[in-house]
């Protein structure tokens, strides 16, 4: 089992940046596929950044591209979510999720289903 904890969000202008972390505890690491998903208010979670376990394999949902970094640290075990050039459309509720699925671990996964373990999210707003 491994619990998950995000922070870094809050409230930030159009095109400004943030840096999201998500700090893992529990089984090791490194025997888990991440991602990040948010939700926007009346919306379902949506995909946006998945990465394997040793961070060579990384995918974006298609809004993201370009803008968003996904990346892990394993020896402080967290994954980040580096945001840029926010969109006011961006505003939502982000979280960290982590799979024991051998595809996620070795590659990615873009589900909701695929992940089995989240965490409690962090809000981040963007205003224009």
């Known amino acids: 089992q491994v619990q998950l904890v995000e922070s870094g969000g809050g409230l930030v202008q159009a095109a400004d940046s943030l840096r999201l972390s998500c700090a893992a505890s529990?089984?090791?690491?490194?025997?888990?596929?991440m991602g990040w998903f948010r939700q926007a208010p009346g919306k379902e979670r949506e995909f946006v950044a998945a990465?394997?376990?040793?961070?060579?394999?990384?995918y974006y949902a298609d809004s993201v591209k370009g803008r968003f970094t996904i990346s892990r640290d394993n020896a402080k075990n967290t994954v980040y979510l580096q945001m840029n050039s926010l969109k006011p459309e961006e505003t939502a509720v982000y979280y960290c999720?982590?799979?024991?699925?051998?595809?996620?671990?070795?590659?990615?996964?873009?589900?909701?289903?695929?992940?089995?373990?989240w965490g409690k999210g962090t809000q981040v707003t963007v205003s224009s």
């Open positions: 990465i394997n376990w040793n961070g060579a394999r990384t």
């Open positions: 999720a982590a799979s024991t699925r051998y595809s996620c671990i070795s590659d990615y996964c873009t589900g909701t289903v695929d992940y089995a373990y």
């Open positions: 529990g089984r090791t690491f490194t025997t888990y596929g």
